[in-house]
């Protein structure tokens, strides 16, 4: 079972750079189910991993690499295909909340202290990549029903799905970018408290 878990860790890993040509060569719909996947993965290993008692330290960095690979290369992508302030400033907001708090992690491990991932089923930071990945679904699903219109397109729940697929996926952006805020709190919390340690 160790195995498949962390399978699944390197799945979205493989997924993370897989959507890349796909965004690129336009297959909208494929580079969905792709994420989708991931993004599915994403809970299924955590879920498996608590359930069998089989978690690892590998596993632990493969979960985490896969995460941030998976949801930092979507929203860099989604800056390309919608080059609009109010999806762009978030997502260089999340992006550098990232490189913040690697920064942290990296300076603590200079001096031999860990600042580890929350273990909470609901911690922030995984109500913050949960958000994310919602949000990067709703886009990609936006971007694939537009991929599919045609000049005789006639459907209301096509004409639908592309009026309220992008107030949602901003919704959840959004939200996702006040859970990545507080979540950077709490870890530079965390690090001033452990600062105090440095002689």
């Given at each position: 079972m160790k195995k498949f878990v962390n399978f699944l860790s390197i799945f979205r890993i493989v997924a993370a750079f897989a959507i890349?040509?796909?965004?690129?060569?336009?297959?909208?719909?494929?580079t969905l189910v792709l994420?989708?996947?991931?993004?599915?993965?994403?809970w299924f290993d955590g879920y498996l991993a608590r359930k069998y008692n089989c978690c690892s330290k590998l596993g632990g960095v493969l979960d985490h690499i896969g995460d941030k690979?998976?949801?930092?290369?979507a929203l860099i992508l989604l800056t390309l295909m919608l080059p609009i302030p109010l999806v762009v400033i978030p997502i260089i907001i999340m992006i550098a909340r990232e490189l913040y708090i690697s920064g942290l992690r990296e300076f603590l491990g200079t001096q031999k202290i860990e600042m580890p991932v929350p273990k909470a089923r609901f911690s922030m930071g995984k109500i913050k990549t949960t958000?994310?990945?919602?949000?990067i679904t709703v886009f990609l699903l936006f971007?694939?029903?537009?991929?599919?219109?045609?000049?005789?397109?006639?459907?209301?729940?096509?004409f639908f799905l592309l009026d309220k697929l992008p107030s949602v996926g901003i919704f959840f952006l959004y939200f996702a970018l006040v859970a990545s805020l507080w979540?950077?709190?709490?870890?530079?919390?965390?690090f001033a408290q452990k600062l105090k340690k440095i002689k």
């Open positions: 890349i040509p796909t965004i690129m060569f336009k297959m909208a719909w494929l994420f989708a996947l991931g993004a599915i993965s994403d690979l998976l949801v930092c290369n958000l994310q990945m919602i949000s971007a694939a029903v537009y991929s599919s219109i045609t000049p005789l397109t006639n459907s209301r729940i096509v979540s950077a709190t709490q870890y530079t919390i965390t």
